[in-house]
């Protein structure tokens, strides 16, 4: 059974609907990516499934139960997520905040504990972040803030993690770094992952699942290698593209066709002849 699915959503804001009849399966222990273009839905659809937008209709299904029906720091327990933008408290240290992750697991009768500090610590070292832990979050660089952010959500201890757009506003060489760091979760740590992307390269280089959705519908999912195509590209993304194998991993790799060079003005190439005819002449 899969933990974490849906069925027959309706997802709207206010009066503008986003999508209709969407349903998906995240497979378990997968690093599933959902792709598209902007405005498709995709950042809509990983709302709904970390149950910060209620679906107008249909249901989101956690553990073979309806998501809706769990109280909150269950949902806490189960589901990590990264939103598309996180702002720390002002004076907060990268240990406080990182700390934070334990909130769903305390409560009257268990306050902070051994087992919460060794959390804590195991998910520091896990994202590498161990050297920075007395420094003030709002000091830090956009990388190192994401992955004292995704150390946050490891404290958790969820089976789930749910990352909405994780390296938006991040150079190359960070984007690399965080979406390695995801993979590490992946494959040594167990977690199964759902991030959203802008890159299509990058997502057929790391997901294990890629999902492809346009105008609020999923129209393709499965490996990178069965969903990357050249077709799919243009029919979604409205490029035109070869796609080629990775050199480093062997994943697809899409490389735009080249531009067509601009139409020669009329009788251009009639005074090209009679230059060249001139300078043989000479």
């Known amino acids: 059974m899969t933990r974490l699915a849906a069925a027959n959503l309706t997802l709207a804001y206010d009066q503008r609907v986003v ?101 804590v610590v195991e998910a520091m070292r896990c994202t590498r972040i161990m050297d920075l832990s007395e420094r003030l979050v709002d000091e830090l660089s956009g990388g190192q803030r994401q992955r004292v952010w995704l150390a946050m959500v490891l404290a958790q201890q969820t089976p789930i993690l749910l990352l909405d757009e994780p390296t938006t506003f991040l150079d190359i060489a960070h984007q690399v770094e965080v979406l390695d760091l995801c993979a590490d979760l992946h494959e040594n740590h167990g977690h199964t992952l759902v991030a959203v992307l802008h890159d299509l390269n990058q997502a057929a280089r790391y997901a294990t699942h890629l999902v492809a959705m346009s105008d609020g519908r999923i129209v393709a999912e499965g490996p990178p290698a069965d969903v990357v195509t050249a077709d799919l590209v243009e029919r979604v993304f409205g490029l035109a593209c070869r796609v080629i194998s990775d050199p480093e991993t062997g994943t697809p790799l899409v490389v735009p066709r080249r531009r067509r060079p601009p139409a020669a003005e009329p009788g251009t190439a009639r005074r090209e002849i009679q230059s060249q005819a001139g300078a043989a002449a000479g």
């Open 19 to 119: 999508a209709r009849e969407l349903g998906i399966a995240i497979p378990d222990g997968s690093f599933t990516v959902i792709v598209g273009p902007n405005a498709c839905g995709k950042s809509t659809l990983l709302r709904a499934l970390a149950r910060m937008l209620r679906p107008r209709d249909g249901a989101v299904y956690l553990d073979g139960a309806l998501l809706s029906s769990y109280p909150s720091k269950e949902v806490a327990r189960r589901l990590g997520l990264l939103p598309q933008a996180s702002t720390a408290p002002g004076g907060i240290t990268v240990a406080d905040l990182v700390a934070r992750g334990r909130y769903p697991h305390q409560g009257l009768l268990r306050q902070w504990s051994r087992t919460d500090e060794t959390v």
